[in-house]
């Protein structure tokens, strides 16, 4: 069905304009794989108070030699914990003898994908061929995706960057990829060597786009809604819009995309146009912050209960203020004034002067 509907997209649909109409109609809108952030709880809180996110791609699943999960994944996969919410399981492996039993399991949770990280950045997985470490050595991915696409109980789907340490090693990887019929490759343009620095090398994520066989999801770093409408319409056929750290430090932002998404559409077919005028610094702020504190509220809520004591919630509390600090009315006095409590109960005493 999507192979049709990409067929039936590309013929009738001819203008960029048009294009970004029936991209509307079929665009999702995920939630991008945050390690130590985008877990269940984050999830399900998320969902009571904000709308726009279509799916929440795990943070990585670790593996050990038998396929086994750590506890604190499987309690984040469990289907009880994500009732009603779409959810893609990500596993961080090297070896086939890993992978296979996990997607076993992942399967009798009810899960129909696994998704493979490919794009970790961090030495302590790197160092052992695994995340971004993968990219390194052609003749091992490809290995991997031989074994892995014949043994695999489950359709199997790649988050990679485009390469270790040079943007010329990504014609070589989508030719790998290309090989195999990913459910989707969904691509971060950065180097292993940037981790999350610097700018996005779009010209890059252009090429792979184009040059992919498989659905592409796109994983730019917006912060901003104004800023899909370059995406939007330059990239008509990738079947979603990865976001992540944009949705943490504003909530609003996932729903903002699409009301803007909407409003293009709504232009274009009035007036032939597809842009709309935005104060793109109004647009990174959260604006309801009544209702962003209701959610901050509820999340620290959900936390005290997993969490014992003060310590471990207000390190997750601080860990999301880094996000936080640049769409809330805070100065650099009350941010030191957060990070310098100990409490929550100082915490909050803190937070009154913006609520």
């Not at 988050?159 to 030719?175: D, H, M, N, V, Y």
């Not at 330059?234 to 990865?242: G, H």
């Not at 504190?293 to 880094?322: A, C, I, N, Q, T």
Request: proline share 5%; glycine share 4%.
């Amino acid at each position: 069905m999507l192979l049709l509907a990409v067929i039936l997209r590309v013929w009738y649909f001819k203008t960029v304009t048009e294009r970004i109409f029936f991209w509307d109609f079929l665009m999702e809108i995920c939630f991008a794989p945050l390690e130590g952030i985008g877990n269940y709880i984050f999830r399900n809180t998320f969902l009571r108070h904000y709308q726009g996110v279509d799916a929440f791609y795990t943070p990585f699943i670790e593996l050990n030699s038998k396929g086994d999960m750590k506890k604190r994944n499987i309690k984040d996969i469990l289907p009880e914990n994500n009732v009603g919410i779409r959810v893609i399981p990500q596993v961080i492996t090297r070896r086939v003898d890993e992978l296979v039993p996990a997607a076993l399991k992942l399967r009798d949770y009810g899960y129909d994908e696994v998704n493979i990280n490919m794009g970790c950045p961090v030495a302590t997985e790197t160092s052992k061929g695994k995340g971004s470490g993968m990219l390194k050595d052609k003749d091992s991915l490809k290995s991997f995706l031989d074994e892995a696409f014949s043994r695999s109980p489950l359709p199997l789907s790649v988050k990679c960057r485009i390469g270790w340490e040079s943007t010329e090693e990504a014609s070589g990887l989508i030719e790998i990829f290309n090989d195999y019929p990913l459910k989707s490759l969904i691509i971060h343009p950065r180097l292993r060597a940037e981790f999350y620095n610097g700018s996005i090398h779009e010209d890059i994520l252009h090429m792979m786009y184009t040059k992919s066989r498989n659905p592409v999801i796109i994983n730019p770093s917006i912060k901003s809604e104004c800023e899909t409408d370059f995406y939007f319409s330059k990239y008509p056929d990738a079947v979603s819009l990865m976001i992540g750290r944009g949705i943490v430090a504003n909530p609003e932002l996932a729903l903002r995309v699409r009301s803007r998404i909407d409003a293009l559409s709504r232009a274009a077919e009035a007036t032939g146009q597809n842009s709309k005028e935005t104060d793109e610094a109004e647009t990174l702020k959260i604006s309801d912050i009544k209702r962003f504190f209701e959610f901050h509220d509820d999340l620290l809520s959900e936390y005290r209960v997993v969490m014992s004591g003060d310590v471990p919630v207000m390190h997750k509390l601080k860990e999301l203020w880094f996000y936080w600090k640049d769409t809330l009315p805070v100065d650099e006095r009350l941010l030191k004034r957060i990070k310098k409590s100990d409490s929550i109960d100082e915490y909050l005493s803190v937070l009154s002067v913006i609520r």
